[in-house]
């Protein structure tokens, strides 16, 4: 996975998964709503009471409807959050 899509793949499989309700406000300002049904590298596929494919350089922003998890890979991990030192 590159660096570009270390945090985006991640967030939106993990909308995808537990079928979270999302608000995606696109860069001329339209809200859309629905579910995370599906994405690749160019497109999400959002599910309401239609299927939508929206491409991802039309996005602005996704707000989940409740708090999302993300899974963190081996290359995120301890590295970029390092636990505090003690002091003897």
């Known amino acids: ?5 270390s945090l985006q793949d991640p967030f939106l499989n993990a909308l995808r998964k ?11 300002g339209i809200k859309l709503q629905g579910q995370v049904d599906s994405f690749d590298q160019f497109v999400v596929l959002l599910r309401n009471s ?8 039309a996005i602005s922003t996704i ?3 409740r ?11 301890e590295d ?5 030192t003690e002091s003897s």
């Open 63 to 65: 707000v989940p409807a």
């Open 50 to 57: 239609v299927n939508q494919m929206v491409y991802k350089h």
């Open 18 to 28: 537990e079928r979270i309700p999302v608000s995606i406000y696109l860069v001329n």
């Open 80 to 84: 970029e959050n390092p636990s505090p």
């Open 67 to 77: 708090n999302v998890k993300i899974p963190y890979d081996d290359e995120m991990g």
């Open 1 to 5: 996975m590159n660096k570009g899509h």
